[in-house]
């Protein structure tokens, strides 16, 4: 497969893939995490990268973003979000997560392909990329891509769409958010 073949691929089942997300699920995320104190951020292996690019952009848009797990998470309470990660919902350590948080009293959502998952009692919203994963199921866009890339493709796009919808809505000036960016580089 050549550069252009391969470029052309992925490009295309990320575009086929993204306009497949409900936009009022994209508005209802974007009005669930301006309205939470802070937003805690959950996935595993590639799915986690996606969500640490988006939860360093949240921080950069002035919102209090935190990823389950690391060393400076502070303690989640009922005016805080969730935002779980995973294509099929079935990621155990996510899931264990997202049910003690919903004990906690905290809003879930799901951004996935899987609606009927072991996520879906304790979800509050879902935000569904309908693409591929490890369960093959008969309504999931398929790709030629390997194992669950689109998913992890489409998750960060869909990431930086929200953010940049969230700069639209609170008519944020693009030079001002380098006062968020890391200094100590």
Not at 17 to 40: C, G, R, Y
Not at 59 to 69: D, N, S, T
Not at 139 to 164: R, Y
Request: charged content about 25%; proline content about 3%; some cysteine.
């Amino acid at each position: 497969m050549t550069y252009e073949t391969a470029r052309s691929l992925v490009i295309e089942e990320c575009s086929t893939a993204l306009a497949k997300v409900d936009e009022k699920d994209v508005n209802q995320l974007i009005d669930m995490i301006l309205h939470a104190d802070k937003i805690f951020l959950i996935g595993v292996g590639r799915v986690k990268l996606e969500l640490e690019a988006f939860a360093k952009r949240l921080v950069h848009l002035g919102i209090k973003a935190h990823m389950v797990g690391d060393i400076t998470e502070p303690a989640m309470t009922d005016r805080d979000i969730l935002i779980v990660g995973s294509g099929s919902g079935e990621s155990l350590i996510p899931v264990a997560i997202a049910k003690k948080a919903k004990q906690i009293g905290g809003k879930i959502v799901h951004i996935g392909s899987n609606p009927q998952s072991s996520l879906s009692p304790v979800t509050d919203l879902m935000v569904r990329i309908p693409v591929q994963t490890k369960l093959y199921l008969a309504d999931e866009i398929t790709s030629k891509q390997p194992m669950s890339s689109l998913f992890e493709q489409s998750l960060l796009l869909l990431c930086d769409t929200v953010a940049a919808m969230i700069v639209n809505d609170k008519h944020i000036e693009l030079k001002k958010l380098w006062h968020y960016h890391a200094n100590l580089e």
